[in-house]
């Protein structure tokens, strides 16, 4: 039987930390919405949508990636998996990888890691 543990650490705090510093004017627009031009391409072409407004610009719904990491990965690994692919599908394919959940805002480039999961699984075969 496939035993599959999950650790998740939230950057929630992180995230309002920023947009307090941002309101209060410590930081500029352009420190917060740094995200690289092919991070928005790959969040405008297979992020997944939110109804979470962008809390920069207000224009835009939030979309998220999931990407993935890990020493047993090879050509997975750094590449973007919706979020049902990696509950079903690459926590039976992997060992052990992590999930880093990132905010994109298509319009603003606002970019923020949400979560990182870690999955670690073991059994398969061998408990039989
Ligand atoms: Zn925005």
Known sequence: MLKSKATSVDYTLRKRSILRDY???RLSVYD???AHPEICRIARNVGEH???PCPVCH???LRLLNFVYGDELNYDNGRVFPTRTIFNGL????RTFTCYVVEVCTGCSWNHLVRSIRFENSGGNTDV
């Open 91 to 94: 926590r039976e394919k992997y």
């Open 59 to 61: 224009r835009h719904d």
């Open 50 to 52: 939110t109804r979470v």
């Open 32 to 34: 917060i919405c740094d």
């Open 23 to 25: 309101r209060a004017g």
